[in-house]
Structure formats: C-alpha cells, structure tokens
C-alpha cells in the first residue's frame, strides 16, 4: 500500500475566528466546562481529545455523497464565499439535490452572478470531492432540531456510547460553536455497551449474542424491563440468558 499526500479541506481548530479573537479549539474547551457531563468524568475525557486534535480533514474522495459546494477555476483556486454557498443552497432547495451534479455552474450560480477577479463563469468547474459523513451528522442538531422541527439550540440532551467523546459529540461541538458561538447541547450522557457473561463484545460470529424476541418469549417483557432497570447504563453491562433468569428469580419474590 502506497500512502499519497493529496490536497484536502480542513476546519482549522486553531486559526482564530472572525469577531471572536479565540480560536475553535479554545471555545470548545471553554464550552465543555459549561455542558452537564453524565457521568462526570466524560468533561476530562472530551477536553483532552479537543487538547491534543488535528486539524479537522472534512473532505472525502468517493463517488456519492454531500458535495462540498466549491468552484475552481481554470488554475484550481477556490471560489467559496458566502454569496455563493446561499446560491448553492437556493438552487439545491428549488432543484433538488441532485442537481448540483447535473446542472452547470452557471446554472446552479445564475448567469448575474458577481464573481472575484480572476473567476470566469463558463471556466468554472465543480468541486468534485464530498463531505466526511461526520460533518454530515455533526450538523444533524440544525438540520433535524432547528430546520425541520423548529426547537432552539442547544438541544436538552444528546445520549450515545462512550466511543462518541471522540466523534459525534465532539463533531457535533465543532459546527455548533462555528455557527452559533457555543454549544449545540446542555447535557451529554455516555452509556456502556452490552457483553456477554465474560465481558466480550457479543456478535453474531461468535454466537455469544442475546436475542431480545426469544428471552422476551421466555421470560416475558416485564424481567426484561426489571432487568434494565437494574443494571448501572454508566457502565458496560453483562448479559445472557442465565443472567437474565436470575432477574426472573428476583421478580418472583417482589411480586
């Protein structure tokens, strides 16, 4: 395998920003302190990954995917401003998405459109990289909470595993804090995983997993529920059919 440097898009994290003075990785680490960490110890976690993080590579070479709404010209420099990305947006909204790959730049910008020295409109061709999928879903809080549903930022909650310190919650930080100034959540809460008896990760492969339909035909939904109920989410939670039994055990002496 053969490793080739090639030029990509960043967000830088350290650059400051416009009407800030502070850099995007300072106002993340200023807006952890700010957010409920549940358990407590997820702050230390996520602060010492926005410390020690690169720059932010946001730019993918595959054939589907969001593309990054960038024009170059005919010696390859960018045009990206904030003129042009309403227009994408604008012809995106009344055409569809797929017409930023079937429509030509003068079509998606409109023929009046005011260009910088330097930039030609029929010499224009179209970014051809897209989005990393972690942008996409970083932005979900605007596209899902704001757009589509109408509720202000930040959100109440946001809830995943304790592997999403490093990537959603804190992909999801980084847009926040670049559009709006601050975070697009009050409180963040990490769970455990589920594993079998001996604390491996269950799957399929190796059969160690736990059927929900079958151990609910077994035991019935109520000792699955008290089961749950019982155990600490904080933390990786062991589960099989004999463990599940013994909820069963418990359940008979309380009822």
Wanted: one cysteine or more; aromatic letters at 10%; charged letters at 25%.
């Amino acid at each position: 395998v053969i490793f080739r440097a090639t030029e990509q898009w960043f967000i830088s994290v350290d650059k400051e920003l416009p009407d800030v003075g502070k850099s995007l990785r300072d106002l993340a680490l200023q807006s952890v302190k700010n957010v409920r960490w549940i358990p407590a110890w997820g702050q230390k976690r996520i602060a010492g990954m926005l410390e020690s993080r690169p720059d932010w590579c946001i730019s993918r070479q595959r054939s589907w995917g969001l593309s990054i709404p960038v024009f170059l010209n005919s010696e390859g420099h960018p045009l990206m401003t904030k003129e042009s990305v309403l227009a994408v947006a604008e012809h995106i909204a009344e055409r569809g998405s797929n017409s930023w790959f079937t429509d030509s730049p003068a079509e998606i910008l409109g023929e009046d459109f005011e260009l910088p020295k330097g930039f030609v409109l029929d010499e224009l061709r179209k970014e051809e990289n897209i989005f990393d999928v972690w942008f996409e879903s970083g932005c979900s809080w605007y596209s899902v909470c704001v757009k589509e549903a109408g509720w202000s930022v930040p959100v109440d909650l946001y809830l995943e595993g304790s592997d999403q310190h490093r990537g959603w919650f804190q992909l999801s930080l980084l847009p926040g804090l670049g559009a709006t100034g601050k975070a697009p959540f009050k409180s963040v809460l990490t769970h455990g995983f589920t594993v079998d008896e001996k604390g491996m990760k269950q799957s399929k492969s190796l059969g160690n997993y736990v059927n929900a339909q079958e151990e609910i035909a077994k035991y019935g939904s109520d000792i699955l529920r008290l089961w749950v109920s019982s155990v600490n989410y904080q933390e990786d939670v062991r589960c099989n059919d004999e463990i599940i039994g013994r909820t069963q055990d418990a359940y008979r002496k309380i009822r």
